[in-house]
């Protein structure tokens, strides 16, 4: 829950425009606090979540980014270990193995080099996931591969509430901070306070209270956890869901506490299922709580293979609400009569499931 709300008043308005307004107040407080992206100036404006801010703040504050993310990254170090803040938005996280030396040897690292003396208060904003037929260089969930580098924080918001307390907290924190947008999720909306306030980067929540199965899931996949656990709860089982939320400090506690509770598991990654963070989250409970397993953990995400571009092959490689639904209803042993049932409650509440765009239409640019 946000830490330091500046008024209870809320509004309704998209997860991009949280962020938005997440960058307006604290460039307003800080001055030292500018972004950078490859459409931060264009008309579409980084889905939305730059728009007013050149014409407000200037270019010196809300710049262009040309096509050399590495050699940009290294000027965005630099920048924060002498003080600025910058934030960097990347269209696509799969452009940001294009910079892996900077922020992994550099970033991650500044602040134990020095004992503390230069930290990198650097924010690295990305968009994550499927959509459009976009293919498999410019759709990746890398989450994991940047949440196994220590000296990084890494956070995933799914609502956009949680969205703008985290960037707050983001560009506030005095460590470099890898912020994973899902490109489904800027069109969700929901309510969100007016004011100043921050979502502390302390990881797990549960977002629905259960008692049969607990269902760990990651940004896009928290709302699809929710979808099944409405329909599974039709046919009389409880899921708890929990939204891990910040992947890196990787914070398992809550998780323990609800697997001792429901004593069956199921993870739900955006990215690949082989030594995603299910894995990390599957191993680190049977480490603490196998005496409370009622069953063998199951784990989903996608595939070992890339993502397919054609609509024929698309069908069926990331997980939907369906999947996590036969998933916890296995867990939770319902028999092939209550897992049907349960699949009808869930298709007369969202319908047939779109392949390739979110539940609800995509009207973005990318």
């Not at 107040?25 to 950078?36: E, Y």
């Not at 600025?84 to 269209?91: G, H």
């Not at 629905?208 to 199965?213: F, K, L, M, Q, T």
Request: glycine share 10%.
């Amino acid at each position: 829950m946000p830490d330091t709300a500046v008024t209870t008043e809320t509004k309704t308005i998209s997860l991009a425009a949280a962020l938005r307004d997440a960058m307006d107040l604290c460039m307003a407080r800080d001055p030292s606090v500018f972004v950078i992206g490859q459409g931060a100036t264009a008309p579409g404006r980084l889905f939305g979540s730059t728009t007013d801010l050149l014409e407000k703040y200037g270019p010196d504050r809300v710049q262009e980014m040309p096509l050399a993310e590495n050699g940009v990254m290294g000027a965005l170090v630099g920048a924060a270990m002498a003080g600025m803040r910058p934030v960097m938005v990347c269209m696509r996280t799969d452009f940001l193995l294009l910079t892996l030396d900077q922020i992994v040897n550099h970033a991650a690292k500044s602040c134990y080099l020095t004992s503390g003396e230069r930290p990198v208060p650097l924010v690295i904003r990305a968009c994550i996931g499927r959509g459009w037929g976009q293919g498999p260089t410019h759709v990746q969930s890398l989450e994991a591969m940047f949440a196994m580098v220590p000296g990084l924080k890494v956070v995933m918001p799914s609502s956009p509430a949680e969205a703008k307390g985290q960037l707050i907290a983001a560009i506030e924190d005095p460590n470099p901070v890898v912020f994973l947008e899902h490109r489904w999720l800027h069109d969700e909306t929901g309510p969100v306070p007016t004011g100043y306030y921050r979502t502390p980067l302390d990881g797990p929540r549960v977002v629905r209270p259960g008692r049969d199965v607990t269902v760990v899931a990651t940004s896009l996949m928290v709302l699809e956890a929710q979808r099944a656990a409405a329909a599974l709860a039709s046919v009389g089982v409880e899921c708890e869901v929990i939204d891990l939320a910040v992947l890196r400090p990787l914070r398992i506690e809550p998780v323990v506490a609800s697997v001792e509770k429901t004593g069956r598991l199921v993870t739900v990654d955006t990215g690949w299922r082989t030594l995603g963070l299910g894995a990390e989250v599957v191993a680190r409970v049977t480490e603490q709580a196998f005496g409370a397993l009622k069953a063998a953990p199951a784990r989903l995400g996608v595939p070992d293979h890339p993502s397919p571009s054609s609509l024929a092959l698309l069908e069926g490689y990331d997980p939907t609400a369906a999947a996590i639904l036969h998933a916890a209803g296995a867990q939770a042993g319902l028999s092939p009569a209550e897992l049907e049932r349960a699949q009808a409650a869930l298709t007369a509440a969202i319908g047939e499931w779109p392949v390739d765009v979110p539940v609800g239409g995509f009207r973005g640019a990318f």
